[in-house]
């Protein structure tokens, strides 16, 4: 949105100038050296801070060491030996493959040297059979670094190969030989430098006053902000201008920041300010996913293809966060990563892998045709070296907290086979439950924060075939044999407008009904007699919400009217089952709760012209402080990580609150009084501020009283009130009068 906006206002600007940019050659464009406009470049930073190394021209060129040293006879039988070992690695050149002789004894001198194509003449089937042989490899490619090397760096694994007994081999890349050569003679230990602390990354989460950071981006600046609740106000962090080219997006445990470049991606942070702590090269990245416990980003490209013809190349790389090193890297075709559905840019589904495994990031998985590739990040590659293997499998998501992914299978055969829904544990890939559904017309599955339930939505046909009914599976995970319960709404034909679990909780919330004011329902997985069986908490009638919000910390709900509702907002207590506050945020687009549950940000975005800002409000609908912004992109709570403390010390936390309390209210008390001082003395400043102006008036006022006076012909001034009477006159006006004869018949009264 912020480049649209940007050429917007150079297109704006050049045709106020009468410039016709399409005559313009941008790129001949040159600033003056030392002349950068007031906008920093990163581009800079590359070179003043990397010791960067050119291609010698040889990196395409190996050489194989320990070959059997022979006569001529049986030149053409060894270049066949060895040309079969590494065709199956890359295409050789013509003219790619070099024995030197001794011209004395004509025999070969042990070693050789090796010249291959380009990486795109590799033979797909036989890179294939090489990588089923070196499962290594894999691992080995991700740590390729430009593509020119790929098939001299790769054919370094048969580095040891043993072709014979006496002949084992040594493969070097041609371009090493000049670096061997630097080494000396002799050894020296290499220096020890003393070990120096890196900077604090979670020092943001030891603030006194327990306050929690947002950014936001507006125009072309970014900004990072403490959101001040007792001062009513945002206190500024860290502001830069055109700090990145599209967005920006805090890790799921609020470490790092991470903005977007045409070169690529990059991550900050720090414990006082905003550094930049590594790059991750990616040309026009368009998309960024960080891996639950933010070991690994995954960064996401699509390239224009040569011909109108062909679809869009796809570029994802999967770099270890602290090491910017590429782990694994995956291309192909938008229609190769568009299996799972629409959505993301260019038709491919984002994110198009999906992490699991809990916060330890042990696996990651995708969605292909017929199948569900599992990868382990131990070498980043398939478990088992293999994808499980479902017949038309539509979609897939993992546990929040542990290696189980579910799976939905829609009917086959026109509903000879029918729809399913299946459990499987990772690694094993054991089946752990199973549930067929029939007259399924689409599904969808909600994950408790907590992964101890799983709610699947399924609509149905009617025997009809005519119109859709909607209920609810529910899986209890971590119960014995994973029980499932059927749930149906009371007005089972009621639409489904919003589903929602409470955070860290047992229960959930529904938006149903066909009305412009839908009924909300929430309800239990727990009873009263504790039986394990759903149950109704309450039903609020006739509501003006299309979403639902809740607490990070569960308990509390928004219950919001976005789009065409103008942004209505109630807060409700669902264990209290009352409602707090009723409020609106006109336009709001967008609705975020703190990761304490403290705090509400409702936002609108350039998606509207007008209004746009945030508006930061307590968990009961209180009105904080409000923000305008023009050209408002994004707001983001910045996470933070989860508690050190057992869910038993938290108890007894929440039981002794007022003895902990009281520190915290006696400074919530100098707060306010220090606000209501600041208040008076606004006040009396005010005050002030009108008295002074009065004063200047009435100033004013008394030297022009001769000159009134004189025009009004030497009348006395108006300060002689004495002189004049006030009388009212009523002045009466005739606008129109009609005559009309009416008819008058005799014996009428």
Request: hydrophobic letters at 35%; one cysteine or more; proline letters at 5%.
């Amino acid at each position: 949105m912020a480049d649209v906006m940007l050429a917007k206002e150079i297109e704006g600007t050049a045709a106020r100038l009468g410039i016709d940019l399409t005559q313009v050659d941008l790129d001949s464009i040159r600033l003056p050296p030392g002349e950068d406009l007031g906008i920093p470049s990163d581009d800079e930073d590359i070179y003043r801070d990397d010791n960067l190394e050119f291609d010698s021209g040889f990196g395409n060129v190996i050489v194989v060491d320990n070959i059997p040293v022979v006569p001529r006879e049986k030149f053409e039988k060894l270049e066949g030996v060895i040309r079969k070992i590494y065709s199956q690695i890359g295409v050789i050149k013509e003219d790619g493959f070099w024995m030197p002789v001794d011209s004395e004894t004509q025999k070969t001198l042990g070693y050789c040297f090796i010249e291959f194509n380009t990486p795109q003449s590799v033979d797909s089937c036989t890179f294939a059979a090489f990588v089923v042989t070196n499962p290594g490899a894999l691992a080995f490619m991700a740590r390729l670094r430009t593509a020119s090397l790929f098939e001299a760096e790769l054919a370094l694994k048969t580095n040891g190969y043993k072709l014979d007994r006496a002949h084992i081999f040594a493969v070097n890349l041609f371009d090493n030989f000049e670096r061997f050569m630097k080494v000396p003679d002799e050894w020296a230990p290499p220096e020890s430098n003393p070990y120096t602390p890196g900077e604090n990354l979670q020092q943001w989460l030891t603030d006194e006053k327990a306050r929690d950071q947002y950014v936001i981006r507006a125009g072309t600046d970014t900004e990072v902000l403490w959101n001040d609740a007792r001062q009513l106000k945002p206190v500024p962090v860290y502001k830069r201008a055109y700090w990145t080219d599209s967005f920006v997006q805090w890790s799921p445990l609020g470490t790092y920041l991470a903005t977007i470049h045409r070169q690529g991606a990059a991550v900050w942070g720090g414990a006082s300010t905003f550094n930049r702590l590594m790059r991750y090269a990616h040309p026009q990245v368009g998309l960024i996913d960080f891996s639950p416990g933010e070991h690994y980003l995954v960064t996401y490209s699509s390239h224009e293809p040569s011909s109108p013809d062909e679809p869009k190349r796809v570029v994802i790389n999967i770099f270890d966060v602290r090491t910017g090193k590429v782990m694994r890297d995956f291309k192909g075709t938008t229609d190769e990563f568009a299996i799972a559905g629409t959505g993301g840019v260019s038709g491919v589904s984002w994110p198009v892998f999906k992490w699991g495994g809990g916060k330890d990031d042990k696996y990651f998985a995708r969605l292909g045709k017929n199948l569900i590739s599992v990868y382990e990040t131990e070498t980043f590659s398939l478990i088992d070296k293999k994808s499980i293997k479902v017949e038309n499998v539509l979609d897939f998501s993992w546990s929040p907290t542990d290696p189980i992914l579910a799976l939905f299978v829609p009917e086959l055969g026109g509903g000879n086979q029918p729809a399913r829904v299946s459990l499987y544990q990772i690694p094993s890939k054991d089946e752990l439950r199973q549930k067929n559904l029939f007259n399924v017309s689409d599904c969808k599955m909600y994950w408790q924060s907590n992964g101890d339930y799983l709610a699947v939505k399924v609509d149905r046909y009617t025997k009809t075939k005519k119109s859709t009914y909607t209920g609810f599976e529910l899986f209890r995970i971590k119960e014995r044999d994973i029980p499932i319960e059927v749930f149906e709404l009371e007005n089972k034909t009621d639409k489904i407008i919003a589903f929602a679990w409470e955070p860290k909780g047992h229960r959930f919330a529904v938006i149903h009904g066909d009305n412009p004011r839908p009924d909300i329902s929430f309800y239990s997985m727990r009873s009263s007699n504790n039986t394990g069986r759903v149950s109704k908490l309450t039903t609020l009638k006739g509501k003006q919400a299309n979403a639902l919000f809740w607490s990070p910390a569960g308990r509390f709900i928004i219950l919001a009217g976005l789009k065409g509702m103008n942004g209505q907002l109630e807060f409700y207590n669902v264990d209290e089952l009352e409602t707090m506050a009723t409020a609106e945020h006109f336009m709001a687009t967008d609705i975020e709760w703190d990761p304490t549950g403290r705090y509400v940000a409702t936002s609108v975005t350039s998606v509207h012209e007008m209004e746009n800002g945030f508006n930061i409000w307590s968990f009961n609908g209180k009105l904080l402080y409000r923000t305008l912004k023009d050209h408002f992109f994004q707001f983001l709570w910045r996470p933070r990580p989860p508690s050190f403390l057992s869910p038993e010390k938290e108890e007894e936390i929440a039981k002794n609150l007022k003895k902990y309390s009281k520190k915290y209210e006696a400074e919530d008390q100098d707060v306010s009084m220090l606000l209501s001082e600041q208040e008076r003395e606004r006040r009396r400043m005010l005050k002030e501020e009108w008295d002074k102006w009065v004063s200047e008036w009435k100033r004013l006022h008394e030297e022009e009283r001769l000159e009134r006076q004189k025009l009004r012909d030497g009348e006395a001034s108006d300060d002689e009130e004495e002189e004049y009477e006030a009388k009212e006159v009523e002045v009466e006006e005739l606008l129109e009068t009609t005559e009309e004869v009416l008819p008058f018949e005799y014996g009428q009264e």
